[in-house]
């Protein structure tokens, strides 16, 4: 089994004005680049692919909320923006390969309901704040953008793992030679570990451990299929775990955990989940 690598981050208190500090949030827009650190603690780092150095983000504050452990991501005045610690569970995006969005895919139904009740008391459940959710496409394939959705809980988009998790400039500017995926110094950032009730018998090709890193969805889609199989289907980016072999990289093998696949996969494979949302404070 792998040793559990304690993926963390660090941000500085902002004191920020906000509109409207209802129990309805203000949008989380793909493209705003408003939420990103004025400060940065750099700390003993590695060299990436493009032999930078990059920073190893370690003291992220944890909290409990429910039965479950969060990293905290951005803090406000009012209301903080977490996400689950750990993958909690496996589940697929949607039960059938269609075109589907997250607006109207199993997963976000299930989030928001389901979910909710499962982990949170009632005093809980009203700390939770009814989110904006905005859809922006995927910026390196010709997706379309999709409708926003108002949630309490849902799973970040390639873009917020993007500024949350360590931004390369690669999202923006697409590296040439490195088609389907963003490897950068900020892949071990991205690597998430499976809480240790989930099985993996018959799900992954290679035999993992309770507890091993293993792959969890996003909520921006990307191109359709229909080209190659004939198929209305949207496949579904996603962040790769780490995996007992290597893959081909500049002529070098490496692991591939991390990566953010930006050509994605079909949504009704079975991946690991990682809640997000904002509570009161």
Not at 45 to 61: C, L, P, R, V
Not at 67 to 94: A, G, K, T
Not at 160 to 165: D, G, K, L, N
Not at 250 to 269: A, F, L, N, W
Request: aromatic letters at 12%; charged letters at 25%.
């Amino acid at each position: 089994m792998k040793k559990k690598l304690v993926i963390s981050f660090v941000f500085a208190s902002m004191a920020i004005s906000l509109m409207g500090c209802s129990r309805s949030s203000d949008v989380i827009n793909d493209n705003d680049s408003s939420h990103e650190n004025n400060e940065e603690t750099n700390l003993e780092g590695y060299e990436n692919h493009n032999n930078a150095t990059s920073i190893d983000i370690s003291e992220n504050e944890r909290i409990e909320f429910g039965d479950i452990s969060w990293v905290v991501l951005y803090e406000e005045s009012n209301r903080i923006l977490v996400i689950s610690e750990e993958i909690l569970e496996l589940r697929q995006f949607n039960s059938t390969n269609v075109d589907v969005t997250w607006e109207n895919s199993d997963l976000r139904e299930y989030l928001n309901d389901e979910f909710i009740t499962n982990h949170f008391s009632i005093e809980e459940q009203s700390r939770l704040i009814e989110t904006t959710v905005s859809n922006a496409h995927n910026p390196w394939l010709s997706s379309d953008t999709s409708a926003d959705t108002t949630d309490r809980v849902f799973i970040l988009s390639v873009d917020e793992v993007v500024r949350y998790f360590g931004d390369s400039g690669d999202l923006e500017n697409r590296p040439l030679g490195w088609e389907w995926g963003i490897y950068d110094q900020y892949n071990r950032n991205r690597i998430a570990f499976a809480n240790q009730s989930i099985d993996f018998s018959g799900v992954d090709e290679f035999t993992l451990d309770r507890g091993s890193s293993f792959e969890w969805w996003l909520r921006t889609e990307t191109y359709n299929d229909g080209d190659k199989h004939d198929l209305e289907i949207t496949l579904i980016n996603y962040i790769l775990g780490s995996r007992p072999e290597t893959i081909e990289y500049s002529d070098e093998m490496v692991d591939e955990g991390g990566i953010i696949d930006m050509y994605g996969v079909y949504p009704s494979k079975f991946l690991g989940v990682r809640p997000a949302m904002w509570i009161e404070r």
